[in-house]
């Protein structure tokens, strides 16, 4: 894979994918997400996300809106755990008018008080429709269970109560701390020169909002699972179960991802939809996820299913599990699942958002980009006995969490 990095002189990163098309999809990803927020700040950085959008020392926010929808293109956010990414997508004559406006929404957004009082309202609105999706809020739950006491664990979208209290102090406050452009990267997928990309660069991105410390990751501590049943009073039984996993940059991750995949991946003929929904049809939807972070991580299993149905459900998920530690899969079968995770990867690599988010993330955590020929040398040299090992690891049932919404 061809790419291109600069490093300006306020230590923010640019990495160029060049693609021979007429969109280009630029960005920011910033290293800053909910687990950086204090106590009294849950919710925080995704409320910077919305307010992002609301002003700047020189555009009012119908501004910033129609800057980009003008001209065909589109300008998007989202903020995880551990990451704020403020996105663009705009033909390639464009691409300076997006840089300019990503820039300036990041670096000199000014928080007006009365558009953050209208903002909190939506953001309620968003948090109340969330909860009444039970299949969604259980992750989250879910997530506060596996790493309580721990910011990791917070509720991305945050407290209704605190969100009513913040103010313009509060955002500033908040982007002063943890805005570094050391900790960002800026990502370009497209047909572009790359000098004139560094210039431009140097001209929009030079700025720096770093006045105070940012607040140091703590690791979360050590995991006690938990067996937990909340009364939702919903139709289905809604269940989930899992445990920590590992971080971005443990040897085994890559083992993982294939496992998971193996499990409960998007595939119809994963382990799990084979037998619960395929066999004795009893869900419609069966999944597994993995989800490493910097310093941790944790997979889970989630179904809904009728109540009657839900001891019976738990019990295959068990047994698929207890399956993958008693004995090492037969070589087809690994080379088959093999196969099905870098086709899997390949056919994601064609979608071009995505891939040119994955881009800014990936250089954001390892300073470099792995092509699809190393990532499959990686996954070729998984062995059967490896997964086994990793299955006996995660799947112990003395260290799997449960919750379980009725």
């Not at 899992?242 to 409960?264: A, E, K, T, V």
Request: net charge negative; hydrophobic share 35%.
């Amino acid at each position: 894979m061809i790419y291109q990095t600069y490093t300006l002189p306020n230590g923010l990163r640019i990495i160029h994918k060049p693609d021979s098309t007429a969109v280009t999809y630029c960005g920011l990803v910033i290293n800053t997400g909910s687990r950086d927020e204090v106590e009294k700040e849950q919710g925080m950085a995704h409320f910077i996300e919305h307010m992002l959008f609301k002003g700047t020392e020189k555009r009012r926010s119908g501004h910033i809106i129609n800057r980009l929808e003008n001209v065909g293109g589109e300008l998007n956010a989202y903020t995880s755990k551990e990451e704020t990414v403020v996105y663009a997508i705009v033909l390639k004559e464009y691409f300076e008018r997006s840089m300019e406006l990503v820039s300036d929404i990041v670096f000199h957004s000014t928080f007006p008080q009365k558009e953050i009082d209208k903002e909190v309202v939506i953001i309620i609105d968003e948090i109340q429709s969330y909860n009444d999706s039970p299949s969604e809020l259980i992750f989250d739950d879910f997530e506060e269970m596996i790493f309580a006491h721990h910011p990791i664990g917070h509720n991305i979208l945050g407290k209704p109560e605190l969100l009513e209290s913040y103010t313009t102090e509060d955002a500033n406050r908040f982007i002063q701390r943890q805005y570094k452009p050391e900790e960002m990267v800026f990502f370009v997928l497209g047909d572009l020169n790359f000098n004139q990309l560094i210039r431009y660069g140097e001209k929009y991105l030079n700025g720096s909002t770093t006045k105070n410390e940012s607040i140091k990751r703590v690791s979360p501590t050590s995991y006690q699972p938990i067996r937990k049943e909340i009364d939702k009073n919903t139709h289905q039984v809604h269940f989930i179960l899992g445990n920590r996993s590992y971080d971005l940059y443990h040897p085994d991750r890559m083992g993982m991802y294939l496992l998971n995949n193996i499990l409960g991946g998007p595939g119809m003929n994963s382990l799990l939809n084979l037998s619960l929904r395929e066999k004795h049809g009893l869900v419609y939807n069966v999944e597994s996820s993995y989800q490493p972070f910097t310093d941790t991580g944790m997979w889970s299993v989630y179904f809904g299913c009728d109540t009657e149905n839900a001891a019976r459900c738990e019990q295959l998920v068990l047994s698929a599990l207890q399956k993958l530690c008693d004995q090492p899969l037969p070589e087809n079968a690994l080379k088959k699942y093999k196969l099905q995770l870098m086709g899997q990867m390949a056919v994601s690599s064609e979608h071009k958002e995505n891939f040119s988010l994955s881009l800014g993330k990936s250089y954001l955590r390892y300073g470099k980009i792995e092509d699809m020929e190393t990532v499959k040398q990686m996954i070729e040299a998984i062995t059967a006995e490896k997964l086994q090992l990793i299955a006996v690891e995660m799947f112990n049932p003395k260290d799997l969490s449960v919750l379980i919404y009725r």
